[in-house]
């Protein structure tokens, strides 16, 4: 018999044995089963056949990722050495039972689960039966399977053809998820009206907005934008560098320089646009870097795409990691220039970035340094001033840039620095010049409560209380949140299954709305409930979602 046959065969005795699958949960046992998945033969064959990480549903294919961080193409500046091709990945270890060792190894040697594996265990969550025997057994194979396949991370957007329209009739995960029940996207919403919302007719705790300071309905902004219909009509209809630029531009611009005590300021369509725009139009040749944390937005990454075209380099160090960007810049040619780019606060993890070390790191090496603060407008600082005002570097930041569709209550983007700087960005950034201007309406209600927020700094203070209160809380609960300092907090489950089935839980059984982040838009592992808070949420709504947290936390484990 040959060793994969020997290896089988002792996966098979291993889950049929009756002490074993009394002790599924036992960490010995999961550590024996692991060791079983780390066979070199094994993993190689798997990661060779995983095709498509949401195999799990029905044997639909990928979404593309939809966090650029997880394109392991790129390296990551201070990370830790890829593991050799046969090895285990870490997130090769099963959450489930240690009863999965059989069917986990067939899908190694194999390539493939039992056809309907995946469906039964998503069958097994849905009806509560995944926690004991046959149930466990299913649906932790369907776990290993998704984290073996993880390890090849392919996706449905690489398949080419004659037809382009091909891969789109092949996308059938997101189909067999509505068709389960359990599809946790683009859910419609009836109106959303800050701590509460109308979804299918019913009312929900509204815990995955980023409405931080429930502006959307202040009397005061939504005046300004019925105003602004009223004297400037929808649109512009044309871009800001012909007939789309007009004095309420102008006079926001001038205001939140103001407000981050800077030279000069920029409004744009979207926040999204902010990135790409600063950013391919700044790094616009073969000498120019950009230095980009790895969890940075999506935004960024496309911006540092575009510049990429132009010849430009991409180099991502560890995240929030000053040591490992000064390495970084210290490889560079002494001709080349250097945007150094991070999120303020980051918008899964909630995490502050460490700013004092990475300034230090970029007045070293004489580069320049762009801030995205699109989650820390309004949360973080003095009078909501963002990350650099939180650590009192606002004057050692070159740029600093965000959105209005989050603290301002709006649709738009902005960006703050030198004039200079700022005018060669409006004249060079292609999707600056040639994107329709900002609207009105949109323009004059981020006016308004980017006045609101410093007429009624009671919001910010409310909302710090609301999120300290909430992290306090479900740390006691027992749930992982992460190193969470802000208003965005997320609760790990490191389990795709398990993370839609609490999602699905929390928003049928207690009416509360969170957003669940699973693969291949997170890395495996590190599957969260991502949850926000608003300083409009009272303390009746954050102990409704508690209880519903400790509830749903127990029945599924996690706590």
Known sequence: MSMKDRLVDQAKKLASSGRVVRAVSNDRVMRLATGIMDAKNRLSAARERAAEAWDILLNGHALPNIDPALDDEAGVHGAAPAAPRGAAPRAAVAS????????????????????????????????????????????????????????????????????????????????????????????????????????????????????????????????????????????????????????????????????????????????????????????????????????????????VRLAQAAGARMVRYKHSDPAALDSALAELADTEGALVITDGVFSAQGEIAALPGIVEVVKKHKARLLVDDAHALGVIGPGGRGTAAHFGLSGDVDLIGGTFSKSLASIGGWLVGERKVLDYIQHFAYSFLFAASAAPPCVAAAMASLEVMQEEPWRQ???????????????????????????????????????????????????????????????????????????????????????????????????
């Open 96 to 303: 489930g039972a240690a009863g999965a060792a059989a069917v986990a190894a067939e899908v190694a040697v194999n390539g493939a689960a039992p056809r309907d594996a995946a469906g039964a265990a998503a069958r097994q969550h849905t009806n509560g039966a995944g926690a004991n025997g046959a149930g466990t057994y299913v649906a932790a194979a369907a776990e290993q399977q998704l984290a073996t396949q993880m390890a090849a991370r392919t996706s449905l957007s690489r398949i080419g053809g004659r037809d382009v329209f091909e891969k789109a009739y092949k996308f059938m995960t997101a189909d067999n998820a509505r068709a389960m029940g359990v599809y946790p996207f683009f859910r419609p919403l009836d109106f959303n009206n800050g701590p509460e919302a109308q979804l299918e007719g019913r009312s929900v705790i509204m815990l995955g907005s980023n409405n931080y300071l429930g502006l959307t309905t202040h009397p005061k902004v939504r005046e300004a934008a019925r105003n602004a219909i009223d004297k400037y009509g929808t649109s512009m209809t044309g871009s800001r560098l012909v007939n789309g630029s007009m004095r309420l531009h102008n006079e926001l611009e001038q205001k939140l320089a103001a407000y981050h005590g800077k030279e000069a300021g920029l409004v744009f369509t979207t926040g999204y646009q902010v990135n790409i725009a600063t950013i391919s139009a700044l790094l616009s040749n073969k000498r120019s870097v950009a230095l980009i944390d790895k969890d940075d937005h999506a935004s960024i990454y496309d911006g």
């Open 461 to 559: 203070e409310k909302l710090r209380e609301n999120f300290t209160y909430m992290r306090t809380e479900l740390k006691r609960l027992g749930f992982e949140l992460g190193k969470t300092e802000t208003a965005v907090i997320p609760i790990y489950i490191r389990d795709d299954l398990k993370t839609v089935m609490m999602w699905k839980s929390l928003l049928d059984d207690y009416a509360v709305y969170v957003n669940p982040f699973i693969t291949p838009g997170v890395p495996p592992k590190q599957q969260v409930l991502r949850t926000s808070y608003m300083a409009t949420h009272e303390r009746k709504h954050l102990d409704h979602a508690l209880e519903a947290f400790e509830k749903v936390g127990k029945k599924f484990g996690v706590i």
